[in-house]
């Protein structure tokens, strides 16, 4: 209805390039674009679209305002960088490069047409209202929002109310590589759907982007104190660091030091480092140059454009090893060649987190386009230049757990997985993250969780030292002993369950053996024990069941002893 007049998505992975010269789609850039297709003719008006930085979010909406065929496209943004990138990319789609509107650059009125204009606008230019006034009587009939996670802020309101006021019919496409769980909740205000995702981790898992591996740095506690540094909301709404707290720690003579050293001694190849400040970006690349001269170099707001396309363009060359930077390349930053990110700032924001490490998940140029499948384009990325991406993520003295490589691809993860396989990464060198989590998760499944005890140590002594810290006469509480099964369900429910005379044991071992907990509850003590006696001989608990179901076995009939064995047999195999 709205984009084609034919079918464009018979194949799934496109073997060939297209005939007028534009860029073979990827299979899940395709799918978005059926995808996004669907709701717009089911009648949608605004919908998201969700890729991870590298996956080529540009070229996606860029051949979907190529071949759109109901009026006018605007395609907004919010920095210089993002306009550019998008009039160039069009440009490959159109034939021409759209025009710009933004400061003096823009489309006169007798120019706008009544369809067919594909216009790259700046959010602070559209928001003035008689900037747009001459696309009343040719309104836009497409608004796609670049970086949707700031389509929350008023200004974005105002120019998709405009929109609207011109259109009533307008559809609107926001696209994003971060939309964190605070902020899901702010743009479900604003579009009514999401029409398709693909994350970091599937974007690793087909082949598209380079696996990640993360390198934490102990600073010992004297260098580096984050303890006394206070808590803020950022512009996610998540919890973080203060900034200026922050940076005022990172720009002391000792952390500077101490963070140089290993940048210097362990990264490899291209390496963008993110810092808590203008200062401690200029500060930081300062001190790696006074150890190593003409090795980095810092990039502010105040930059000149020429200045920042030339140092950029050194370190795309190697000719720049180090390119420190507050804020500015967490966004539109395309660099392929970036194999190293430095985290020398902490942050609890796992959105800020996930954007500064997509800076270096790209493969290099030509290594994955063409390939026929997930196999191959893995292979291609394992024996080029750029294998992998290395986190270098900088540990000091903190009460509160910043955010991980764990925490930016773990989405899925159970938290008790995401935890263990954090701990995992502090005993590992340059960890795949990808293998940590699953080795996590297995794990998890087994029950052996003998790398958690440190963990759990720690925890407990915090725990410790938090009730030394409370005032017994002030502490009203309640002793309930558990036996250590883990699938015990209801436990704590505050409705009350009448009692039988069953043991806790034996309610426990029947919730594991699928027995509702209100019914098992309710058994006699010697009538529990009937029940458990003929159940195990036939079942096994719903623990081992799903262990069983993970290493390909199936659970039906087989009784508890029996799951025992076979799990036994498991780990004598070794699992990992």
Known sequence: MFLYDDDPYESAVCTAPPSDGRKTLRDYQSEAIAAIDRDFVAGTQSSLLVLATGLGKTVVFARLASQWRDGNVLILAHRIELLDQAADKLQSELGYRPPIEQGERGLDCDDVQVGGNVVVGS?????????????????????????????????????????????????????????????????????????????????????????????????????????????????????????????????????LHAMAKPILDRCVGQSLVFTAGVTHAHLLAKVLNRYKPGCAAAIDGKTEDKQRNEIVNWFRDNKLQFLTN????????????????????????????????????????????????????????????????????????????????????????????????????????????????????????????????DHLAQAEKKKEDARKRIVARDVRYEVRQLDSWDDVADVGNDVETPRGGSTEKQVALLVGLGVKYETAAGYGKKQAGAVIDNLRRTRCTVKQANILREFGHEPEGVSMEAASRIIDGIKARGWK
């Open 326 to 453: 507050y804020g500015i390349f967490t966004e539109g930053f395309d660099v392929p060649e970036t194999s190293t990110i430095v985290m020398a700032r902490p942050t609890k924001s796992i959105s800020l987190f996930t954007q500064m490490l997509g800076r270096g998940t790209r493969p290099l140029g030509g290594v994955v386009d063409g390939l026929p499948d997930a196999v191959a384009r893995k292979q291609a990325i394992a024996e080029s230049a750029k294998p992998y991406c290395v986190v270098m993520d900088f540990v000091g003295n903190t009460r509160h757990r910043p955010a991980s490589c764990v925490d930016a691809l773990g989405g899925d993860y159970d938290v008790k997985v995401k935890e263990l396989a954090c701990e995992m990464a502090k005993k590992s060198d340059k960890s795949d993250v990808r293998d940590l989590l699953e080795k996590a998760r297995k794990a998890a499944i087994l029950g052996d969780l003998r790398a958690f005890d």
């Open 123 to 255: 959010v602070q230019t559209c928001k003035n209202l008689k900037r747009m006034e001459k696309y009343r009587s040719r309104p836009f009939s497409l608004v796609v929002l670049d970086e949707a996670h700031h389509a929350t802020a008023a200004s974005y309101r105002r120019i998709m109310d405009a929109c609207l006021e011109f259109n009533p019919d307008c559809k609107f496409l926001g696209v994003t590589a971060t939309p964190n769980r605070t902020d899901k909740a702010a743009l479900g205000m604003v579009f009514d759907k999401t029409a398709y995702t693909l994350n970091i981790l599937q974007g690793i898992d087909r082949g598209y982007l380079v696996p990640v591996r993360q390198e934490s740095i102990y600073l010992p506690e004297n260098a580096v104190d984050f303890s006394n540094v206070s808590m803020t909301r950022n512009k996610f709404g998540e919890a973080d660091f203060d900034r200026a707290t922050l940076e005022a720690v990172l720009t002391e003579e000792g952390p």
